[in-house]
């Protein structure tokens, strides 16, 4: 088992900047094995993966989310964070972290059978 617990705020206002720290027990964020990944999931709708951060550092986005998204981790805590600028209320959803293949390619270029173990999720409301 590995469990990852996601904290963060539960309302932004438009234009903020959303934080969210995931944390993983039962396994290093610094696998090479592994990714580790944001993905939300906005009422009504599908999963959307935002991006991911593996083992050696290196991080990748989804192109939809780039500009506005940034993925980062502290390995002494065996957390990562993402940060998404600019919220308007369309980033409202619930949002997970997730354990995912060595190549975060990330759905629909993968399959969402690679990511293992997820967090509950932690629901964000953009609104004023």
């Known amino acids: 088992q590995v469990p990852l617990q996601e904290s963060g705020p539960g309302l932004v206002k438009p234009s903020q900047t959303l934080v969210l720290t995931c944390t993983v027990s039962g396994g290093s964020i610094t696998t090479d094995y592994y990714s580790w990944s944001w993905i939300r999931q906005p009422p009504g709708k599908g999963l959307e993966w935002m991006g991911a951060i593996v083992g050696s550092g290196s991080i990748y986005y989804s192109p939809s989310l780039k500009s506005r998204t940034s993925i980062s981790r502290d390995t002494s805590k065996n957390q990562f964070t993402l940060q998404l600028n600019s919220v308007t209320p369309e980033d409202t959803a619930v949002y997970y972290c997730?354990?995912?293949?060595?190549?975060?390619?990330?759905?629909?270029?993968?399959?969402?059978?690679?990511?293992?173990?997820w967090g509950q999720g932690t629901q964000v409301t953009v609104s004023s």
């Open positions: 997730a354990r995912g293949p060595s190549l975060p390619l990330g759905p629909p270029r993968s399959s969402w059978s690679e990511y293992d173990y």
